[in-house]
């Protein structure tokens, strides 16, 4: 699809040495979105925005190197072989020694003539690159502006790395006037630049405006248009982030001083063999370890990394050197929270910097990105599915818009359905882009990805799931409505539930799914005999005999949640 932003000037920081400006250009094409306030704290949002950026334009996918001129070198070399051996005299050899010498001279001279040449094609290719590349493939952030907090969005250029930046309300030393909304923002390189421009003794103004500079600048208002042809992965991307965060993941809290020593050991060494994972060593109530492969080097984290899960585990995780761009903030971080999805699965890391929530999420691997491209994992279909009217979505939507944000308790509370009936309804809202689960907060947040509102004519449609469902998703539908799904044993653990069954596929053949689900519902863990699973595990999705296992649960916890509100009417 094609993203067209339009920008009436350009991002920028101006000022002199008492006062400064942050103003940034908001896309027009989209609805109207402003905050004006005034920074308290320029510094540590200087390094925020810094390690935004550092995500934005990180590239960690393996690339063969170009060896184009090396393979004409050799060409060369071999006919240069191939000539001599018809050389039968010396003469002729030292006749051919002297021209050799003489090209070598005229080629000499030939660069020096043209290198006021090569000099100008440099500095054209440099400009292509920071202007032209940047239109045609950078994609700016995602900046929405809610009551409590201003938050900026974006994917990494090889859109295996998420970040999410929130500027909380005490980070404004004053706040003149806002408009809740979604919009891009015009977020360059040059502007990346200008960054380190901010200084403490400055009084910085932080301006979010249809604009931008364009006031402030004296050459005028400047157009800045960006049409970006886009595949649906950008929006795929946004889905799995949204569904991986939804899941029952494993918590483990690092000192900052953890994550540089994990930082700085990648930085110090490079394998050159596999295995390349970084493994967590989780020991309940015993401080967490870090594992290095090929080399099994250890770190033993602080004792602030204690797990406190109920079983000891061991986590591996691939595509580690892209913590890196996380090195910036951590002379202001005061906390990592890390969560883990499980072996090769999603990791993500939010860092508190006080009056600044930073989130990385990172996926299996490098190759294995968010847009679901290369590896097709589908953690999408570990989110809630139950069933919901186009009415209560809409319902649920107009909740969630007039708040801004909300927990599920919160919405369900306000719409009178039940909580789970409210968890898959903004579960709904995330997958078709209207709304965004805020992991470090806890709570549900109205984000809009198109610009189109969101009408009943698309809530109907996005109630209808069979048409666009997975073939996952349709064979675990069948096997529920058809009644091959039983459930075995579901017993209550102090996490949520355990559950086993027996699920009967399209094949006839019947196979025993295992899944652990948190006391929301939320997938935790989760096996099965089938061949699908025991080739991928969950890397690339369910299969659809652990699909069926939750959906039988999901219902029988709306049941549960429908007699629970009835006998508090009763009551």
């Not at 970040?163 to 979604?182: I, M, N, Q, S, W």
């Not at 795929?236 to 483990?252: H, W």
């Not at 190759?367 to 589908?378: H, L, M, S, Y």
């Not at 509102?453 to 997975?470: H, N």
Request: proline share 4%; net charge positive.
């Amino acid at each position: 699809m094609i993203v067209e932003s339009r920008y009436l000037g350009k991002s920028a920081i101006v000022g002199g040495l008492s006062d400064g400006q942050v103003a940034l250009a908001t896309n027009t094409l989209r609805e109207a979105t402003f905050f004006h306030g005034v920074l308290g704290h320029p510094l540590l949002f200087r390094e925020g925005l810094a390690a935004l950026h550092s995500v934005v334009v990180s590239d960690f996918k393996y690339r063969p190197r170009d060896r184009v001129e090396f393979r004409a070198w050799l060409e060369a070399q071999d006919r240069k072989f191939l000539a001599s051996l018809g050389v039968k005299t010396e003469a002729m050899r030292q006749k051919i020694h002297a021209s050799e010498a003489r090209l070598a001279e005229l080629d000499a001279l030939r660069d020096l003539r043209l290198k006021p040449f090569y000099s100008a094609r440099a500095k054209y290719f440099e400009y292509v690159f920071e202007h032209q590349y940047e239109l045609n493939y950078l994609l700016d952030p995602v900046i929405t502006v809610h009551p409590d907090e201003v938050s900026f969005e974006a994917f990494s250029r090889d859109e295996s790395s998420y970040a999410r930046l929130a500027a909380k309300r005490d980070l404004f030393e004053r706040v003149d006037a806002y408009e809740c909304g979604t919009t891009n923002i015009d977020f360059s390189d040059r502007l990346h630049v200008e960054l380190d421009r901010m200084r403490s003794y400055k009084t910085t103004r932080f301006d979010v405006g249809p604009s931008g500079l364009a006031v402030a600048s004296s050459g005028g208002s400047v157009h800045k248009e960006k049409k970006i042809d886009l595949p649906d992965s950008w929006v795929m991307g946004f889905l799995q982030v949204q569904s991986t965060m939804s899941l029952g993941l494993t918590k483990l809290t690092l000192a900052p001083i953890d994550l540089y020593n994990i930082c700085r050991f990648l930085r110090t060494h490079k394998a050159r063999t596999s295995p390349r994972a970084m493994r967590f060593e989780l020991v309940p109530d015993q401080r967490a370890r870090v594992v290095f492969e090929p080399w099994e080097h250890v770190i033993e984290l602080s004792p602030t990394a204690v797990y406190r899960g109920p079983k000891p585990q061991s986590v591996r995780t691939w595509g580690r050197d892209r913590l890196r761009t996380l090195a910036r903030l951590l002379p202001v971080c005061s906390r990592v929270d890390v969560y883990l999805a499980g072996f090769g699965l999603p990791t993500i890391y939010t860092l508190d910097l006080g009056r600044l929530t930073f989130t990385l999420a990172l996926s299996g691997w490098t190759d294995n990105d968010w847009t679901g491209e290369k590896g097709k994992g589908r953690f999408d279909l570990l989110a809630r599915r139950l069933s919901v009217t186009a009415d209560e979505l809409s319902a649920v939507y107009t909740a969630l818009r007039s708040t801004r944000f909300a927990t599920d308790t919160e919405i369900a509370a306000r719409t009178s359905l039940g909580v789970e009936k409210s968890r898959s309804a903004l579960s709904h809202l995330c997958q078709v882009g209207r709304a965004m689960f805020d992991l470090p907060g806890g709570v549900y947040r109205h984000r809009e990805l198109f610009l189109e509102p969101f009408t009943m004519k698309e809530a109907k449609a996005a109630v209808i799931s069979k048409a666009a469902a997975t073939s996952e998703e349709k064979t675990a539908t069948q096997i529920l409505e058809s009644g091959d799904v039983r459930i075995i044993a579901r017993r209550p653990v102090s996490t949520g539930f355990k559950l086993s069954g027996s699920a009967k596929g399209p094949d006839g053949s019947r196979r025993r799914p295992l899944l652990e689900v948190d006391k929301e519902g939320r997938v935790v863990d989760g096996t099965c005999t089938c061949a699908f699973f025991e080739k991928h595990r969950l890397t690339k999705g369910p299969c659809e005999h652990l699909l069926a296992l939750r959906l039988a649960h999901m219902s029988r916890l709306a049941a549960e949640d429908v007699g629970d509100a009835g006998e508090k009417g009763d009551a």
